[in-house]
Nanobody, 115 residues
Framework: QVQLVESGGGLVQPGGSLRLSCAASGRIFSSDDMAWYRQAPGKERELVAT???????NLVDASKGRFTISRDNAKNILYLQMNSLKPEDTAVYFCRTWTASGDYWGQGTQVTVSS
């Protein structure tokens, strides 16, 4: 099995920055695709960014230019650097991975952007 644990969320003012981390353990490899999702209150969960087995970073339109996804393969940590945060970025952020043993989600970390 794979376990994913997100951290780094918190309260930040508009325009501020946060770096989210997703620590992966278990049967996971650097070739496994991973992604960040988020879910705001009353809204559906949406994709934020992905990193694929081809080592390609994809940023969704809503976050492109402000968010950056990256991986530390040696430590099995997925990061999401979030800059120029806006109130509409407020959500619970989840990491996800697709592996040979199945698909896994973390429990999420809360990001609140507010004055």
């Amino acid at each position: 099995q794979v376990q994913l644990v997100e951290s780094g969320g918190g309260l930040v003012q508009p325009g501020g920055s946060l770096r989210l981390s997703c620590a992966a353990s278990g049967r996971i490899f650097s070739s496994d695709d991973m992604a960040w999702y988020r879910q705001a209150p009353g809204k559906e969960r949406e994709l934020v960014a992905t990193t694929t087995r081809r080592d390609t970073t994809n940023l969704v339109d809503a976050s492109k230019g402000r968010f950056t996804i990256s991986r530390d393969n040696a430590k099995n940590i997925l990061y999401l650097q979030m800059n120029s945060l806006k109130p509409e970025d407020t959500a619970v952020y989840f990491c996800r991975t697709w592996t040979a043993s199945g698909d896994y989600w973390g429990q999420g970390t809360q990001v609140t952007v507010s004055s």
